[in-house]
């Protein structure tokens, strides 16, 4: 663990007003991005480790990652509602894994008039995420079980 590891921590607790927990031995590599907004909530375990160019943006609901995670480089994680991350994870590079689906309205209205649905997403312990993969809004992964490299996981719509 790095100095800078750790500083990062601390920035990243007091920016969230006490709405991320993450474990002393958690790293967070250069260039990586944290964000817990307003009304969300951050728990990170024991040995985790944030790559660089990783995203964690967690704009309202939780986001629990157990011990042992791996998010690696350019990965991201999005939560809107609920999204949980077994123990001994592996995110492969440039995954991604969100609890929304973008609105499916009818063209003539904004988007921003137009709700986004929300499921909740469950990684089993020692999953592995794929590079390229997908992990989307209502997705169980299974313990142990391995998401292939660009494959995409999650409610069809």
Do not use: H, Y
């Not at 920035?11 to 590599?29: C, Q, W």
């Not at 991005?33 to 309202?60: D, F, H």
């Not at 689906?101 to 003539?108: F, K, N, R, S």
């Not at 169980?140 to 995409?152: H, I, Q, S």
Request: net charge positive.
């Amino acid at each position: 663990m790095t100095i800078g590891s750790a500083l990062r921590r601390i920035r990243l607790r007091r920016r969230s007003g006490g709405r991320a927990s993450l474990d002393p031995t958690v790293t967070i590599a250069r260039g990586a991005v944290v964000e817990v907004g307003a009304s969300g909530a951050l728990v990170v375990g024991e040995g985790s480790a944030i790559g660089r160019g990783a995203r964690i943006i967690v704009g309202s609901g939780s986001l629990r990652i157990g011990r042992n995670v791996e998010v690696c480089e350019g990965s991201s994680i999005t939560v809107l509602a609920e999204v949980e991350i077994g123990s001994g994870v592996s995110l492969g590079a440039r995954s991604a894994v969100m609890d929304f689906l973008p609105p499916a309205g009818t063209v003539e209205a904004p988007l921003r008039e137009q709700r986004i649905a929300t499921a909740p997403v469950r990684i089993g312990d020692g999953a592995s995420i794929g590079p390229n993969a997908v992990v989307g809004a209502g997705a169980v992964v299974l313990p142990g079980e391995k998401v292939m490299p660009g494959a995409t996981v999650g409610r069809v719509v």
